[in-house]
């Protein structure tokens, strides 16, 4: 298809050497002959694209000027390419790659599709989101490309949303706020430590087979959740807003940054043996009238019919069918919202394997207090075929908006009915007022797509397909495909 082309140009048969069928061949030089050579998507193994080159010979030159010309038109002509691209590397993310991964596979993929860039190597963290916010023109480009984990993508989201918002006179922290949408879509270019955002949006972490996406002009709308503090605005999450657990392994591995990604393996096994529970209350406004929910086996994939109809909902109709709010009081292992499937390759189908990237949804995952063995079967869980929500200590709910508060931030009523009906202070309340004890801490932190969050208690709303990126969502194979031919296209 003309869409998966990646440019043509003309070149001559002087070098005496042509490809045909995917195989270079000798021949002898014949100067009257010119060539035609095309590169295009392939798609290899596991959701990955190459880029292939094929080379058609011409017998003569006006003809191939006129094939050359009519394919570029055809190509410039497809709505979706961008053309001019701003492009944001963080140097410091995952093994220290990004700059490397963008000059040698990205940039000479970008100049043989003829697309224009301007790139920044970022110099301290939150500098992309700062230049996004006010400096950067971003009427001059098409889209916005991050080098880097899903910190770096949330900072792009930050820095557009915000400025978004901001043009548009909406005020970001009023959680009740409908947000406008971003114009700008966003490519991102996985050189982090976890690329989860990537992973689920394309099957791959890749450079290459990113970059042919952004090429090709896809698109693929994605969910955003908002964090509220009585409020305030605190943060945007994409992909995972986890407390207890999850905010127990980012805040050990974030000092342990030199380790590179091997420091979330050593922090979730330090926190797996820590084993605390933390208690607090969860209230949910569960969505209702919608297709899905997290328990099917449907799986979000390119062109998800469950986020189209979902998404096309309107903010009155959603409000209608969502049913009451509801209330669980408790000690958790575990609080997370899931808002796409978090898949990545420590876990291919991820935390919620039939989340949706765009269905103004997220799933919210309750681990309740239980054994290490119980838990390290849940985590297990989400490395193998088995159902981790299959499990008497684990609830899901598919949401619309939650709130969390920490016990110890629970109002002096509730306190005191607390107190009265367990009849004792309990440890934790003491840990608070005497940190120095060591036993186990009252608090943990929220983990929003990686970065630490200053508050426990918050309310977090779904803002529905707020965002664009340039992916399509994971591609089924096709059943024809068939990878074991190297020359078939
Ligand atoms: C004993 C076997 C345990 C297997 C457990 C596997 C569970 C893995 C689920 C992973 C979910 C990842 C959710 C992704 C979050 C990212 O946004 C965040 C930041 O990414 P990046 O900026 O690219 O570093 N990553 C994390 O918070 C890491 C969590 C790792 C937990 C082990
Ligand atoms: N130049 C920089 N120096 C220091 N930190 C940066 C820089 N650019 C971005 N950051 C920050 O680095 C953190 C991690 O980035 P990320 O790209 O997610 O890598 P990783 O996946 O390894 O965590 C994010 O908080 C981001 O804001
Ligand atoms: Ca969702």
Same mark, same amino acid.
Request: hydrophobic share 35%; aromatic share 10%.
């Given at each position: 298809a003309v869409s998966e082309i990646v440019a043509v140009t003309q070149g001559d048969a002087a070098s005496g050497r042509h490809r045909n069928?995917? =195989?270079?061949?000798?021949? *002898?030089?014949?100067?009257?002959?010119?060539?035609?050579?095309?590169?295009?998507?392939?798609?290899?193994?596991?959701?990955?694209?190459? $880029? *292939?080159?094929? +080379?058609? %010979?011409? /017998?003569?030159? @006006?003809? $191939?000027?006129?094939?050359? *010309? *009519?394919?570029?038109?055809?190509? %410039? !002509?497809? @709505?979706?390419?961008?053309? &001019?691209?701003?492009?944001?590397?963080? /140097?410091?993310?995952?093994?220290?790659?990004? =700059? &490397?991964?963008?000059?040698?596979?990205?940039?000479?993929?970008? !100049? =043989? !599709?003829?697309? !224009? +860039?301007?790139?920044?190597? +970022?110099?301290?963290?939150n500098h992309a989101r700062d230049h996004l916010r006010t400096q950067a023109e971003l009427d001059d480009f098409d889209g916005v490309v991050c080098v880097g984990g899903d910190g770096m993508f949330s900072e792009v989201v930050h820095g557009l949303v915000w400025r978004t918002q901001s043009d548009a006179g909406v005020d970001h922290h009023s959680p009740e706020a409908e947000l406008q949408p971003c114009r700008l879509r966003i490519g991102i270019i996985p050189a982090g430590s976890t690329d989860c955002i990537c992973f689920a949006t394309v099957g791959t972490n890749d450079p290459v087979t990113s970059a042919l996406h952004i090429i090709v002009g896809d698109s693929q709308p994605m969910d955003v959740c908002s964090v509220h503090h009585n409020n305030t605005f605190l943060r945007y999450s994409i992909s995972l807003l986890g407390y207890g657990f999850y905010g127990d392994v980012l805040t050990d591995s974030e000092r342990k940054r030199w380790m590179g990604p091997a420091r979330y393996d050593f922090s979730g096994l330090k926190t797996f043996l820590t084993h605390h529970y933390y208690e607090g209350t969860v209230s949910y406004l569960p969505a209702r009238g919608i297709m899905g929910n997290p328990r099917d086996r449907t799986k979000c994939r390119a062109g998800c019919l469950v986020c189209q109809h979902n998404g096309r909902l309107h903010q009155e109709q959603r409000a209608e069918c969502d049913g009451e709010w509801r209330t669980v009081r408790g000690k958790f292992l575990a609080i997370n919202a899931a808002s796409m499937s978090c898949a990545c390759p420590r876990s291919p189908k991820g935390l919620s394997p039939a989340a949706h990237l765009a269905d103004g949804t997220t799933d919210l995952i309750l681990v309740r207090k239980c054994s290490r063995l119980d838990f390290l079967r849940h985590l297990l869980r989400h490395t193998s075929k088995d159902d981790q929500f299959d499990l008497a200590f684990v609830d899901v709910h598919r949401v619309r908006r939650f709130r969390f508060t920490p016990r110890y931030c629970q109002s002096d009523s509730e306190l005191e009915l607390d107190l009265r009906e367990n009849g004792k202070r309990l440890f934790s309340q003491i840990c608070r007022d005497h940190p120095a004890c060591g036993c186990a801490p009252a608090y943990s932190s929220w983990n929003c797509d990686g970065e630490i969050l200053t508050h426990t208690a918050i309310e977090v709303g779904v803002h529905c397909q707020l965002i664009r990126l340039f992916a399509r969502g994971i591609e089924e194979p096709a059943v024809f495909e068939d990878f074991t031919n190297p020359c078939a296209i």
């Open positions: 069928d995917g =195989r270079w061949q000798k021949m *002898s030089p014949r100067t009257e002959e010119v060539q035609e050579h095309m590169s295009y998507v392939e798609r290899t193994r596991q959701h990955r694209w190459r $880029c *292939s080159e094929v +080379t058609f %010979q011409c /017998p003569e030159g @006006a003809l $191939c000027r006129l094939w050359v *010309s *009519s394919i570029t038109e055809q190509l %410039q !002509a497809l @709505a979706g390419r961008p053309k &001019r691209l701003l492009v944001y590397i963080n /140097p410091f993310g995952g093994k220290q790659q990004g =700059r &490397r991964v963008y000059e040698q596979k990205v940039s000479p993929l970008f !100049a =043989r !599709a003829g697309i !224009a +860039t301007h790139v920044i190597v +970022t110099e301290y963290a």
